[in-house]
């Protein structure tokens, strides 16, 4: 009966070298499939060891996974050494993957309900329930075997509110909010970085998103939140300099300029003292490279979850995250991939805040303060995120001014007022003092 259940085995192996060879293969796999996906039990038990290299953080090859199968005992009963080789020269072009994943994911779910009715037949014949609860059970049955079906899902009837409620406060009462860490901003923003939420941060370039960004992140680490910032703009050099220059109040510019430093500099000890500092009591992570996509920020966060808690992201700049044929055009595309950040901050619990950029309208207008309207593709943001926050300096227009405030505008706030808190900008060293003004609109 096993021989006859609906199967491709081809596309099994080629799945499977695939997730060995390329590394965007493997993240989509992780989340497209499970040991239940492959009808050959051989092909199960290999999944199954790609699985646990993959949520170690581990390196998949062909070495990696013969030896983590080995360990397991696994490797005789999954083919052998010959078997994963196979596998890894009988991988094709990547571009194919997709198709291949939903053959699989169609046999599978064909296999799921064809065993559920046998069992279902089974208990029938058995005849030892009455007709309601045979009826319910027929029918949970013939659920749980549907791709609709997901263990995740909720739903809340008539006799549950209380307890759920109940729930909620506890959970309120004993979860701690992300907090930004300067008064007048936690006290306009109801719910902080919430888990599962995305917040954005925009402005013309120049304005100071980097730079606020960097004083929040400081501000968590000190709070000991995680942290796991994408520096897709800057790079690693830059977005150091910045950390250092905040925490050791040496000037930026000296800190690029730390070439011309002679040996017994006080400035390396305060350096050096830093980012002791940074490696021993900061649940802190950087990736500077450039070519991320959605994919890699998914396998990224399946390796670091295995050893930390990740409360918060950054990506600086957004739209630098990488992926082919995502769209047709830039709004759709963008569109796109908010969604698939709010399914990872719901997976992961986590909050992901995105710097971007607004366009160039606002140059054109008497009040140069940005409006909503002002971010690129807005309609996307505004439809996704939870929380908006627009930034504005008046010298950055006027150069001549002596107002150096960081104007903090709460452009959208789910379930919480608009308004503004201004903040005190030390251009030297990038600090931001909140000043005591706090400006609130309505909801």
């Known amino acids: 009966m096993s021989d006859r259940l609906p199967q491709n085995i081809e596309a099994e192996t080629l799945i ?5 060879t390329s590394r965007k293969c493997l993240a989509e796999g992780m989340t497209g499939l499970s040991r239940e996906s492959f009808h050959k039990k051989s ?6 060891g790609v699985k646990s290299l993959f949520e170690i953080g581990k390196d998949v090859s062909l070495i990696s996974l013969s030896e983590k199968l080995k360990a397991s005992n696994s490797l005789d009963a999954a083919g052998g050494v010959i078997k994963l080789g196979e596998l890894v020269e009988s991988s094709i072009s990547d571009t194919e993957f997709s198709t291949y994943l939903e053959i699989l994911q169609d046999k599978a779910i064909k296999r ?3 065993n559920a009715t046998n069992d279902i037949m089974k208990r029938g014949y058995e005849d030892s329930m009455d007709q309601d609860e045979y009826l319910k059970y027929t029918m949970g049955e013939i659920w749980k075997a549907t791709p609709y079906y997901s263990s995740n899902v909720e739903i809340i009837s008539q006799g ?3 307890e759920r409620r109940k729930k909620d406060l506890i959970y309120r009462q004993t979860k701690s909010r992300i907090k930004f860490d300067w008064e007048p901003l936690d006290s306009l923003i109801v719910s902080g970085l919430n888990p599962g939420d995305i917040s ?10 980097s730079s606020f960004k960097t004083n929040l992140i400081l501000n968590l680490l000190r709070s000991q939140r995680g ?3 994408f520096a897709l703009e800057q790079g690693f050099m830059t977005e150091h300099d910045r950390l250092e220059s905040l925490m050791t109040k040496i000037p930026l510019q000296e800190i690029i300029n730390s ?7 006080y400035r390396v000890d305060l350096v050096k003292k830093t980012n002791v500092e940074i490696d021993s009591l900061f649940n802190y992570h950087v990736v500077p490279s450039r070519g991320i996509s959605v994919s890699d920020v998914r396998s990224l966060l399946y390796q670091l979850s295995q ?8 990506f600086d700049l957004f739209d630098k995250l990488v992926d082919v044929n995502v769209a047709a055009n830039k709004a759709q595309t963008v569109g796109v991939k908010l969604g698939e950040m709010a399914r990872i901050a719901e997976e992961f619990n986590c909050h992901i805040c995105n710097l971007v950029q607004i366009n160039r309208q606002v140059e054109r207008r008497s009040d140069k303060h940005p409006i909503m309207s002002d971010l690129k593709d807005s309609g996307s943001f505004d439809e996704v995120a939870r929380l908006i926050l627009l930034l504005y300096r008046e010298k950055y227009y006027f150069p001549d001014s002596l107002n150096n405030d960081l104007e903090i505008i709460v452009a959208k706030q789910s379930n919480g007022p608009l308004g503004s808190v201004l903040m005190d900008f030390n251009e030297e060293i990038l600090a931001l003092t909140p000043l005591e003004e706090t400006n609130l609109g309505g909801f």
Do not use: C, N
């Open 16 to 20: 499977l070298g695939l997730m060995i």
């Open 43 to 48: 092909h199960a038990l290999i999944f199954e």
């Open 112 to 114: 799921k309900i064809i």
């Open 160 to 162: 549950g509110f209380y």
């Open 200 to 209: 954005i941060i925009a402005g013309r370039p120049g304005m100071g998103k």
């Open 227 to 229: 942290v796991l910032s």
């Open 259 to 265: 070439r011309d430093w002679k040996k017994g500099d």
């Open 307 to 314: 050893k930390t808690q990740i409360d918060v992201i950054f």
